[in-house]
């Protein structure tokens, strides 16, 4: 069975400043591990996921995660948040096997971006 | 393109009662997912179509719950006797579902208020 963590329920930064939230998982297979964001009234969107390959990987709106392995961690970052940044985030991860459609889902982490 | 839609998109109902949930996934995409999400927690997962057949309904959480997808379009989630507890929003996704790790688009969901 896998699992994720979302350190912090709500992180509040000020416009411009570095955006990091965190996720860490657990998984008995190697992990599919994805960022999701959610505005109000809106659906789930895709902001970048990882599966094979670069542990560096790049998403829309200027977000990027690092895949560690060894910190068992796929924190998301932004060098400069924008108003429009402010949601919900969520990180989900499914196994690298058979059941890899399942996501599972952390909690979520609202962030707020100040003027 | 057109996304996944839902509707309702809010459902208030009493205990006891029977309702439906509808969703239309993507044109074209073979795979569609419904999820739960409660407040404060991520979506958890409830079943899996491929097709017209559930492939994995694992997640519905007692027999009050029941979904089809009679044509490999639409789909329906069915609630029967509603309970308090079943109080959420319920999320559909579809994928096209063509490689391991394809993305899972997320509809806006339905709330569900059971009182």
């Given at each position: 069975?896998?699992?994720?963590?979302?350190?912090?329920?709500?992180?509040?930064?000020?416009?411009?400043?570095?955006?990091l939230?965190?996720?860490?998982?657990?998984?008995?297979?190697?992990?599919?591990l994805?960022?999701?964001?959610?505005?109000?009234?809106?659906?789930?969107?895709?902001?970048?996921k990882?599966?094979?390959?670069?542990?560096?990987?790049?998403?829309?709106?200027?977000?990027?995660?690092?895949?560690?392995?060894s910190?068992?961690?796929?924190?998301?970052?932004?060098?400069?948040?924008?108003?429009?940044?402010?949601?919900?985030?969520?990180?989900?991860?499914?196994?690298?096997?058979?059941?890899?459609?399942?996501?599972?889902?952390?909690?979520g982490?609202?962030?707020?971006?100040?003027? | 393109?057109?996304?996944?839609?839902?509707?309702?998109?809010?459902?208030?109902?009493?205990?006891?009662?029977?309702?439906?949930?509808?969703?239309?996934?993507?044109?074209?995409?073979?795979?569609?997912?419904?999820?739960?999400?409660?407040?404060?927690?991520?979506?958890?997962?409830?079943?899996?179509?491929?097709?017209?057949?559930?492939?994995?309904?694992?997640?519905?959480?007692?027999?009050?719950?029941f979904?089809?997808?009679?044509?490999?379009?639409?789909?329906?989630?069915?609630?029967?006797?509603?309970?308090?507890?079943?109080?959420?929003?319920?999320?559909?996704?579809?994928?096209?579902?063509r490689?391991?790790?394809?993305?899972?688009?997320?509809?806006?969901?339905?709330?569900?208020?059971?009182?």
């Open positions: 069975a896998q699992s994720v963590t979302q350190l912090g329920s709500h992180v509040s930064v000020s416009e411009g400043a570095l955006v939230l965190r996720c860490n998982y657990s998984s008995s297979v190697p992990p599919y994805f960022w999701y964001v959610q505005y109000p009234n809106q659906g789930l969107q895709l902001l970048l990882y599966t094979t390959g670069a542990t560096l990987v790049k998403g829309i709106n200027g977000f990027e995660a690092e895949f560690k392995k910190e068992t961690s796929f924190h998301l970052t932004k060098p400069s948040a924008h108003m429009s940044d402010a949601a919900e985030y969520f990180c989900a991860v499914t196994l690298s096997g058979g059941s890899n459609y399942k996501l599972t889902f952390g909690k982490t609202l962030l707020t971006v100040n003027p | 393109g057109a996304g996944v839609s839902q509707t309702p998109s809010n459902k208030v109902t009493e205990k006891g009662k029977y309702v439906e949930l509808r969703c239309d996934p993507i044109s074209g995409h073979t795979a569609l997912y419904w999820y739960r999400q409660s407040l404060g927690q991520g979506p958890e997962f409830l079943i899996y179509f491929q097709g017209t057949g559930a492939a994995d309904d694992s997640g519905l959480p007692n027999d009050r719950f979904a089809v997808r009679p044509e490999g379009s639409v789909s329906t989630l069915k609630i029967q006797r509603t309970e308090r507890g079943d109080s959420a929003v319920y999320l559909c996704a579809s994928s096209l579902r490689e391991n790790t394809d993305t899972q688009y997320f509809g806006p969901g339905t709330r569900l208020t059971v009182l």
